[in-house]
């Protein structure tokens, strides 16, 4: 919508955004009655401000909220699935630079300004499976998330997941 964006757009926005939106949604899934629903919506296609935000919100609320299935709900509105696995990159003098890991963005060759830009919750969570150890990882389900792209249908481009509370969330009173 805003062409000029396309110019001065760098990923770092998205870093800057992703802790301030978790802060938001989790508020938000705090004042939710348990059996309540809650969109989480963003106009960007970033994962580090979507997906990232949607799987530490899950994971930070220790069951008490889930990803809704919500394909069944407007059946003509066309979308695409969640993303479960992305790159966590910067531009540094016009070049993109990828950090593999958390522990990669903390390297000392970074700058210690953009070392504390980074959140360990940027990156795709754990892929669904079991450990070396035999233990079983259990993932969010991303691809419930929807990704609504503007040539798919006409109108803007956004990023949507509906949540429910299931369960009282643990720790303090809000």
Known sequence: KNPQIWSEWRPEFAMGLHGLQLRIAQRGAALLKVGGYM??????????????VVAELVKRCGGA????????????????PGMSSWKVVTMVDDNTVEYPSYDDSQAESVSIGLRRKFERSMWPPPKPGVTKL???????????????????????????????KVAPIPGPEP
């Open 134 to 164: 035999g233990k079983r990882i259990k993932g969010p389900p991303l691809e419930r998330c929807m990704r609504l792209m503007p040539h798919d249908q006409d109108m803007g481009g956004f990023f949507a997941t509906l949540l429910k």
């Open 65 to 80: 909220l889930e990803i809704v299935d919500a394909n069944d709900r407007v059946k003509d509105l066309q979308r695409r």
């Open 39 to 52: 969109v989480y919506s963003t106009c960007s296609f970033n994962p580090v401000e979507n997906e990232a």
